[in-house]
């Protein structure tokens, strides 16, 4: 009975690993009705990664785009705006902090996805 509860712990932990994901995080919310509420919200705060990333792409494109690529540099670089936010968000989750909200984004979609 305790390797059960044992090996429960650990899943969920997995979980909420995989879940932070950016696209993973979203099927998630989508197929696994019944999963923890940390799991949960680690899918809710992958899912403003995933918005950063995409919103992330159309602003270089554009900028591409109008600057004759000249400002497609900007692409190279900005990358690193969701890539540290998803190493917070796993950071935390590792330490045992199952109610970090992403800043400035996080409690938008940590509500938006109830």
Same mark, same amino acid.
């Given at each position: 009975m305790a390797e059960t509860a044992v090996a429960s712990k650990s899943d969920d932990k997995m979980m909420e690993y995989v879940a932070t994901i950016p696209g993973v995080g979203f099927i998630m919310l989508l197929a696994m009705k019944d999963a923890k509420?940390?799991?949960?919200?680690?899918?809710?705060? +992958?899912? &403003?990664? /995933?918005?950063?990333?995409?919103?992330?792409?159309? !602003? #270089?494109?554009?900028? @591409?785009? $109008? +600057?004759? &690529?000249? /400002?497609?540099?900007?692409?190279?670089?900005?990358? !690193? #705006?969701?890539?540290? @936010?998803? $190493?917070?968000?796993?950071?935390?989750?590792?330490?045992?902090?199952d109610k970090y909200v992403l800043p400035l984004m996080g409690t938008f979609f940590d509500g938006l996805m109830k």
């Open positions: 509420e940390s799991v949960k919200h680690a899918a809710r705060q +992958s899912n &403003g990664i /995933l918005v950063v990333w995409i919103a992330m792409y159309i !602003i #270089v494109g554009i900028l @591409a785009a $109008i +600057s004759f &690529g000249l /400002l497609a540099c900007i692409g190279l670089v900005s990358w !690193i #705006v969701p890539v540290g @936010a998803q $190493i917070m968000l796993i950071m935390k989750i590792n330490k045992g902090d």
